[in-house]
């Protein structure tokens, strides 16, 4: 089966990210998430180096919209689906039982059950927003820069000419 037309990707480069959290902020802002419950967040970690100091990284942590979602294939009433559009991994939250199975699937520790209304919570690239041409509240926030967001499958893209010129990693 053929693929998305888009692939919508963000690329974080760690080296840009201040850990400021902006885009945890405007993330919860845009999408009036429950306190507490964050579909981006920015965990900090220390890198040893040989021969050198340990380095601080901030890591922005979110969903990573899988070409293969673990979330989706386990979910067992489909809520959790990659639209065949753009391959945005979404939740269709009236369908939704939150029975955690997606939560437990995802190995980037991106979904979270909301406490409040029970259902499975993650990035979905601010569907809205990025319908209307508009870029996620999280990269618009971005003070460093450090978010770029677009389509994989245009070769003109920032994202793509930046994945194809970097090592990436999810």
């Known amino acids: 089966a053929a693929g998305p037309a888009k692939q919508y990707a963000m690329l974080v480069d760690v080296r840009r990210c201040t850990g400021c959290i902006s885009c945890t902020v405007s993330c919860a802002i845009e999408n009036g998430t429950s306190s507490g419950v964050h579909r981006t967040q920015v965990k900090q970690f220390t890198v040893e180096q040989k021969g050198a100091h340990p380095v ?35 939740t269709d939250m009236k369908a939704c039982i939150g029975c955690g199975m997606c ?17 499975a919570e993650s990035c979905n690239f601010c569907i809205k927003r990025t319908a209307a041409g508009l870029l996620p509240a999280c990269v618009e926030s971005c003070i460093g820069g450090a978010r770029i967001f677009g389509d994989l499958n245009d070769a003109k893209s920032e994202i793509a000419k930046r994945v194809k010129e970097n090592k990436v990693y999810a």
């Open 56 to 90: 601080a990284l901030n890591a922005p942590v979110q969903c990573n919209h899988c070409s293969a979602p673990a979330c989706v294939n386990i979910c067992p009433v489909k809520a959790a689906q990659k639209r065949k559009t753009d391959g945005i991994v979404v």
């Open 103 to 119: 939560v437990s699937a995802c190995p980037y520790g991106a979904r979270q059950i909301d406490p409040q209304t029970k259902k």
